[in-house]
């Protein structure tokens, strides 16, 4: 205590251990500031001690032990994107094409991720190409063409598991572009054409098919409701004709009623007849069977006729007569 108690006074007489008192306590400052490390959100720092793994920081400010630890690595826990070159692959019929890859990954332990190998990269970049090889070589250019989902789900758990001992997960594998030889995709542009115009061609005929289909259709509702119409008329005439006929039966009977009502006598009823003998005798008919009961009457009539057209006769000749 004594020693201490003395280092004032000491730097209070020798101006030059002042100073270098102040440079030391410089230098211990900037060391002790510099191994002060602030670890961002996301983030992993890989501490080593000695050459050789010591512990990994977290998110936070951390202090290391000068010129003892330093910061190895430092990783990023984001997920990350990696799109590699395209790959030349040969399907199952013997079909060279380039297929590209764009793989999804995240780092979730970085001590593996930095110890586990030397370029996880290009590592899993050479892993990609050689299970797309694999896969591709197991299916047809057609196959290939329409399992993008079953390529991209095989992918990514070969590529998953591959990668656990380095640290990595891998999310999503996609095939970013799938380029055939040119004279494979004229053929492909052909087909589709041609399936393009054959679905034009069933459409055009299903739709003439459904017009003809709707135009009978139409034709034969018309028809089934004039046939209707038709029916309903005659079923009103004949009605009304037997309603006619009804109301005439029924004038018949009430005249026939009136006459027995009155107690009309044979000379009425003669007279009757006369007269429904000259409305029969005014139509078209050429032969009459006048019956016996009423010749007589007849034959009166036409006397009497007679007479009076000789008692006209003989009146005009006395009007025109000089007196």
Known sequence: MNNFAQIPVALETDPGAL????????????????????????????????????????????????????????????????????????????????????????????????????????AIENLSATTLRNIIGDLELDETLTSRDLINTKMRVILDEATDPWGIKVNRVELKNILPPREIQNAMEKQMKAEREKRENILRAEGEKEAAIRVAEGQKTAAILRAEAKREAAIR???????????????????????????????????????????????????????????????????????????????EQNTTTPQ
């Open 237 to 315: 005439e004949a009605e009304g004709e037997a309603e006619a006929i009804l109301k005439v039966q029924e004038a018949t009977a009430r005249g026939l009623k009136m006459i027995k009502d009155v107690r009309a006598d044979q000379s009425l009823i003669s007279i009757k007849s006369l007269e429904t003998l000259a409305k029969v005798a005014d139509g078209k008919a050429t032969k009459i069977i006048i019956p016996s009961e009423i010749q007589g009457l007849a034959g009166l009539a036409v006397s009497l006729k007679e007479i009076i057209k000789e008692d006209s006769f003989t009146e």
């Open 19 to 122: 100073v270098a008192f102040f440079i030391i306590a410089a230098v211990f400052l900037i060391i002790l500031i510099r191994n002060i490390r602030i670890v961002p959100q996301a983030t992993n720092f890989i501490i080593e001690r000695f050459g050789g793994y010591h512990v990994t920081w977290s998110t936070g400010i951390r202090m290391k032990v000068p010129f003892i630890d330093r910061v190895a690595k430092i990783v990023s826990l984001k997920e990350k994107v990696a799109d590699f070159m395209p790959q030349a692959v040969i399907t199952k019929d013997n079909v060279t094409m380039q297929i590209d890859t764009v793989l999804f990954y995240q780092i979730v332990d970085p001590k593996l991720y930095a110890y586990g190998i030397e370029n996880p990269i290009v």
